[in-house]
């Protein structure tokens, strides 16, 4: 399982930005997809994910400003990142579980205030 995260970049606070995160399988095959991100000296923490059966499940701290979606047709999750935060500053890691935990490679997002 390979999973190619993108999107991020350098963007003012307030800004938006989105992340996608492409996998190379079906993603109705993997129970969830999702998003955890990690902040210089911080552990990785849960964004958002969406499950199989399409539920989701935000962090406190992005709730009504990020949103997750995910287009079946080309295997890939989105984070949509509206009204950004310079404490949101962090690499974000895409995820799946399948019968492993699986990670991209982790994109930059970088929020100046």
């Known amino acids: 399982v390979q999973l190619q995260a993108s999107g991020g970049g350098l963007v003012q606070a307030g800004g938006s930005l989105r992340l996608s995160c492409a996998a190379s399988?079906?993603?109705?095959?993997?129970?969830?997809v999702g998003w955890y991100r990690q902040a210089p000296g911080k552990e990785r923490e849960l964004v958002a994910i969406?499950?199989?059966?399409?539920?989701?499940v935000y962090a406190d701290f992005v709730k009504d400003r990020f949103t997750i979606s995910r287009d079946i047709a080309k295997n890939t999750v989105h984070l949509q990142m509206n009204s950004l935060k310079a404490e949101d500053t962090a690499v974000y890691y895409c995820?799946?579980?399948?019968?492993?935990?699986?990670w991209g490679q982790g994109t930059q997002v970088t929020v100046s205030s």
């Open positions: 969406i499950t199989s059966g399409g539920n989701i």
């Open positions: 399988r079906n993603i109705f095959s993997f129970y969830r």
């Open positions: 995820n799946a579980l399948l019968n492993l935990n699986y």
